[in-house]
């Protein structure tokens, strides 16, 4: 998913460029992004409260701020289970630092005597508690779409179970990774010292805690194979389910989590679960307590006293991303809530900020993006007349969401109790969304669902539905405005568009039909001319070095890759069709197209810490935002011609090197 902005100068109107954010002492034909975006950066020096600031975080933080102020409003003397009293005691609570470091850890002494109490006849109900919205001991579980049959709900067993995230943080030994492991491995004894234990058993638990998540990582598919369906799609039946993991109480787990009349699942990676099944035979039962004590523990900390989160902070911030300070209590405390009960806050935010206006001219954009990526599949000249059909098939099925749902979420069955713990409310909201996520097993898909909230300054698209959502976070200046030149919506906004319509078609997206089935539509001989396209055009990021010597990894954020490639082509092509793009006036210097290139580069103008680029590298299935510009656009014919580029020049690419995709 991306996301694009634009920077203007206060008072005037969006141009697409503002001269503040260009180095001119950088030339566009050697490095184009320090051309279009070194200014802004000088300009925007890293705040140490951030691991990464750019212009998207600004339009994020713009959000933030009109969420805050609606928010804050609220107060705390609103009827009792009003969504004006949910969300504003929720806040209020996270706010209360006072109250925070006067419990410690009272909030979570209760739990975690039930786990020391549990044998291993226990730890499958526990586990199970625990993946009903607090964790993912060992594994995960979910419930979704069935890939090939999008009108039905079903369960799906994933690997989990590592607190780092990535498999590569417990295997990796360069001296960045070895870093954060030591952290970690910090982190948890820290964690267990603050819930009572004594430096020497806090230590022993680290050891046990990293011994069970090391094993779980060892045998964890690598990022790259969670992007292939076919290898993921593993669907068993339930009696064949208890046979191959018998000790793995299933009908405990499904008990707890209220799973009923299940006949199937979907096992995503058979071997890690394999791993699990052995491990909670062999184990020995401390350890599983202690493991189970510490996920628990782990979730709950940024959220208990300022002990428990300056830890949290320390590990998963400062040595994972390099972020140096905490950001203020307002912003985490106002995330709970908006997150936890985004569409009740969506539900204010759209009345006071998302013009009708907006939704309309975003509606004739989406239509003119639409028709311009349908000439582009009529025209390639690498695929079939068969499969062209089938893709513009997908195409013209294409669901359009934008601002926000047409029905609302029904937060009306959740409790939140200013008299309990702040903790113990997050714990409430979090099993009220979860214990909904399961009860939509045996029901079917709901179409109208939005997998996003409307404050999100985002955009996705789905596969299992056919369909692209543009909230309203991103709907408004200067991402979007409805009063700014064709240059920059179609630079910004224009991107996101095509970017989105655009992931229908990637490595991934391009398994699923028009109905949001994984079904091959595609002939052998067109699916293997565009794997030779991906995979050059994977290499072209992969040849690039992101920090220390490391490389990006163009095959795990290929999907992003194609989506950025084809969105530009496709919003370039939809803007050369206004009356602006077919002309020629220069404004402030600059001609219609180097507008839209500069526009484009400006949305993702950042500083970034080194900690931050090699996590994402790690973590992140998008290239980072140089790579993002400078690789992207070095396949344009458009832009050469735009910015003069010639061969010997840095931004060059031969023509026989280029890949033109979608």
């Keep these: 998913m991306a996301l694009f902005a634009m920077t203007a100068s206060a008072g005037n109107p969006v141009k697409g460029v503002d001269r503040n954010n260009l180095d001119p002492e950088a030339a566009p034909g050697e490095n184009f992004y320090q051309y279009a975006c070194g200014g802004w950066m000088i300009a925007n020096p890293l705040d140490p409260q951030y691991a990464r600031f750019g212009t998207f975080d600004q339009l994020r933080e713009n959000c933030r701020n009109q969420v805050k102020d609606i928010i804050?409003?609220?107060?705390?003397?609103?009827?009792?289970?009003?969504?004006?009293?949910?969300?504003?005691?929720?806040?209020?609570?996270?706010?209360?630092?006072?109250?925070?470091?006067?419990?410690?850890?009272?909030?979570?002494?209760?739990?975690?005597?039930?786990?020391?109490?549990?044998?291993?006849?226990?730890?499958?109900?526990?586990?199970?508690?625990?993946?009903?919205?607090?964790?993912?001991?060992?594994?995960?579980?979910?419930?979704?779409?069935?890939?090939?049959?999008?009108?039905?709900?079903m369960l799906y067993l994933m690997q989990g179970g590592l607190g780092m995230g990535d498999r590569d943080y417990y295997l990796d030994k360069d001296e960045n990774t070895v870093k954060v492991r030591n952290a970690y491995i910090n982190y948890i004894q820290q964690l267990f010292q603050l819930i009572g234990y004594n430096k020497g058993k806090a230590k022993k638990a680290s050891q046990h805690i990293m011994a069970i998540e090391t094993a779980l990582a060892q045998i964890a598919m690598t990022r790259e194979d969670t992007r292939d369906y076919s290898k993921l799609y593993n669907v068993i039946s339930v009696n064949q389910l208890k046979a191959d993991y018998p000790n793995i109480n299933w009908n405990q787990y499904f008990g707890v989590l209220n799973i009923k009349d299940i006949d199937k699942v979907c096992v995503f990676q058979p071997k890690s679960l394999a791993k699990v099944n052995e491990m909670l035979k062999s184990l020995k039962e401390e350890d599983v307590r202690e493991y189970l004590i510490f996920k628990y523990v782990d979730a709950a900390a940024p959220y208990l006293s300022d002990a428990f989160a300056d830890a949290n902070f320390d590990m998963y911030s400062?040595?994972?991303?390099?972020?140096?300070?905490?950001?203020?209590?307002?912003?985490?405390?106002?995330?709970?809530?908006?997150?936890?009960?985004?569409?009740?806050?969506?539900?204010?935010?759209?009345?006071?900020?998302?013009?009708?206006?907006?939704?309309?001219?975003?509606?004739?954009?989406?239509?003119?993006?639409?028709?311009?990526?349908?000439?582009?599949?009529?025209?390639?000249?690498?695929?079939?007349?068969?499969?062209?059909?089938?893709?513009l098939v997908k195409l013209n099925s294409f669901t359009v969401k934008i601002g926000y749902p047409d029905k609302w979420f029904d937060y009306s069955a959740l409790d939140i109790d200013p008299n309990k713990s702040y903790w113990e409310n997050i714990m409430n909201a979090r099993r009220f969304q979860a214990e909904y996520e399961y009860s939509q097993l045996n029901k079917p898909v709901d179409k109208e669902r939005w997998y996003m909230t409307p404050q999100t300054v985002n955009a996705y698209y789905e596969p299992s539905t056919n369909e692209i959502c543009f909230p309203a976070g991103i709907l408004q200046a200067p991402y979007f405005d409805p009063n700014a030149d064709e240059a920059s919506n179609y630079g910004a906004i224009g991107v996101v568009i095509g970017h989105e319509m655009t992931h229908g078609f990637d490595d991934q997206g391009r398994n699923f039909d028009h109905n949001g089935n994984m079904v091959d539509w595609w002939t052998a001989e067109d699916a293997a001319k565009f794997q030779e396209l991906a995979n050059k055009l994977g290499a072209q990021y992969s040849a690039e070095i992101v920090a220390d010597g490391v490389h990006a990894n163009g095959n795990f954020t290929m999907g992003e890759n194609i989506a950025d490639h084809g969105g530009l082509r496709v919003a370039y092509s939809a803007f050369k069709k206004t009356n602006q793009g077919k002309g020629d006036e220069k404004i402030d210097g600059f001609t219609p197209d180097q507008r839209f290139f500069l526009s484009y580069a400006n949305v993702w103008a950042a500083n970034i810490t080194k900690e931050e680029m090699l996590r994402r590298t790690k973590q992140d299935p998008h290239s980072l935002g140089v790579n993002r510009v400078n690789v992207a656009i070095r396949n344009l014919e458009e832009f050469f011609n735009a910015f003069n580029v010639m061969p010997g020049m840095g931004m060059w690419r031969a023509p026989e090197d280029r890949v033109i995709i979608w």
């Design 72 to 153: 804050t409003t609220l107060g705390t003397n609103n009827p009792r289970g009003s969504i004006k009293q949910k969300v504003g005691d929720l806040y209020a609570q996270g706010m209360d630092s006072v109250r925070l470091n006067n419990e410690g850890m009272a909030p979570l002494k209760g739990y975690i005597d039930q786990i020391k109490t549990l044998t291993r006849d226990g730890f499958i109900g526990a586990i199970a508690d625990q993946h009903n919205g607090l964790g993912n001991p060992f594994f995960n579980s979910s419930v979704m779409a069935d890939m090939k049959d999008s009108n039905s709900n």
């Design 318 to 391: 400062r040595a994972m991303s390099g972020q140096q300070v905490k950001m203020p209590r307002w912003k985490h405390s106002l995330d709970v809530p908006n997150t936890l009960l985004g569409e009740a806050v969506g539900q204010l935010y759209v009345e006071k900020y998302f013009p009708a206006d907006s939704k309309k001219k975003m509606q004739q954009l989406v239509d003119n993006l639409k028709k311009s990526l349908g000439e582009h599949i009529a025209t390639l000249s690498w695929m079939s007349p068969k499969t062209k059909v089938n893709a």
